[in-house]
T-cell receptor
């Protein structure tokens, strides 16, 4: 069963606009959520994270929102830049399960100049 | 560079051969994870170590797979009698237990192709 889902395989936005990437999860035991960015032939790069005790975390152009009741999180990128074009993965973790990450399938973001 | 490193970056092998991959984590990190990623999917957890102890193995890790972290530093992942279905990107990540955060930092991966 897919515990973490990213239902949009791709997203295209104009440079300077907001990019919103979505992620849903099913396991209520997850207590930490992370977003990673991945370029082809490279490993995932950590972007931003949020603990389940918070509903928002911001770092520069990146903001992650967590809605626990809906089991939904989103990543906002404002303003979007062409260099943001990559595949974005959300991941979730349960501390009692050793911190292993459960990943979604990824969303490919394309930011057009 | 003090990031996670993996060797080799690419490996092409014939079905039935054994292969071994190495991961060097960030030096102060006490947890090391192995994941596998296939095309169009997110990384899938395989196994993890806390220091030298292997604490969990995924059901994905068949008997042909073995991982070690002998001195709590670098780790190796060996696949015996490779099959075409083993073709994937093998990712290593490390983290530090104790900071209250769960961020894992990934290496560049080893791309395995079994012909």
């Amino acid at each position: 069963d897919q515990q973490v889902k990213q239902n949009s395989p791709s997203l295209s936005v104009q440079e300077g606009r907001i990019s919103i990437l979505n992620c849903d999860y099913t396991n209520s035991m997850f207590d930490y959520f992370l977003w990673y960015k991945k370029y082809p032939a490279e490993g995932p790069t950590f972007l931003i994270s949020i603990s389940s005790i918070k509903d928002k975390n911001e770092d520069g152009r990146f903001t992650v929102f967590l809605n626990k009741s809906a089991k939904h999180l989103s990543l906002h990128i404002v303003p979007s830049q062409p260099g943001d074009s990559a595949v974005y993965f959300c991941a979730a973790s349960d501390y009692n399960q050793g911190g292993k990450l459960i990943f979604g399938q990824g969303t490919e973001l394309s930011v057009k100049p | 560079d003090t990031g996670v490193s993996q060797d080799p970056r690419h490996k092409i092998t014939k079905r039935g051969q054994n292969v071994t991959f190495r991961c060097d984590p960030i030096s102060e990190h006490n947890r090391l994870y192995w994941y596998r990623q296939t095309l169009g999917q997110g990384p899938e957890f395989l196994t993890y170590f806390q220091n030298e102890a292997q604490l969990e193995k995924s059901r994905l890790l068949s008997d042909r797979f073995s991982a070690e972290r002998p001195k709590g530093s670098f780790s190796t992942l060996e696949i015996q009698r490779t099959e075409q279905g083993d073709s994937a990107m093998y990712l290593c990540a490390s983290s530090f237990l104790g900071t209250g955060s769960y961020e894992q930092y990934f290496g560049p991966g080893t791309r395995l192709t079994v012909t």
